[in-house]
């Protein structure tokens, strides 16, 4: 248990250092998004890519994530996370009207940080858990992306065959 922050600092850096140098090296493909163009979340990144802005974001992930991968910076680090954290529950709020918010991740989010919060556990630790848990989100989500990628190829071949 003594290692416990260290464990979950490094693997929330690592997520956000991991998902912030996609962004520059795509070594992560991005599945087709189904949605009309006009729809608001494409309508808003459109704008953040070509402005630079995007970018300007996912820098400051990559150094929040290093930042908070290391003891001594770790609390500078989970402030320039935090931010980008709210602001990552804001689009899919505001800007996908709501989709997802049922799934289980971020209903587990939810409930632990009330849970947390009810138990009186320091807010250093509500971030590490919460963090943890974001990890095992994505990495959860990926795998189901991947499984739907493959059912959806192994269908296509299936209906192609004679």
């Known amino acids: 248990m003594k ?3 260290t464990l979950a600092s490094i693997l929330l850096g690592l997520a956000f250092i991991t998902f912030g140098a996609n962004f520059f090296l795509n070594f992560i493909p991005m599945p087709a998004d189904p949605s009309p163009a006009d729809a608001p ?3 808003f990144m459109a704008a953040m890519f070509p402005t630079g802005y995007l970018a300007f974001v996912k820098v400051l992930e990559i150094l929040g994530g290093l930042l908070v991968a290391l003891p001594k910076t770790r609390n500078i680090g989970l402030l320039v996370l935090g931010p980008i954290i709210v602001n990552i529950v804001a ?3 505001f ?4 989709a997802g918010l049922t799934d289980p991740p971020i209903l587990v989010i939810g409930i632990l940080s009330d849970g947390l919060v009810m138990m009186g ?3 250093f630790w509500q971030t590490v858990i919460k963090g943890v848990v ?3 989100a994505v990495v959860v989500d990926q795998m189901q992306q991947r ?3 493959r059912m959806a190829l192994q269908l296509r071949n299936a209906t192609a065959a004679p």
Do not use: D, E, N, R
């Open 3 to 5: 290692h416990a922050p």
């Open 41 to 43: 979340h494409k309508l």
């Open 91 to 93: 689009f899919h709020v």
């Open 95 to 98: 800007l996908t009207k709501g």
């Open 121 to 123: 556990v320091s807010s």
């Open 134 to 136: 974001i990890i095992a």
């Open 147 to 149: 499984m739907q990628q």
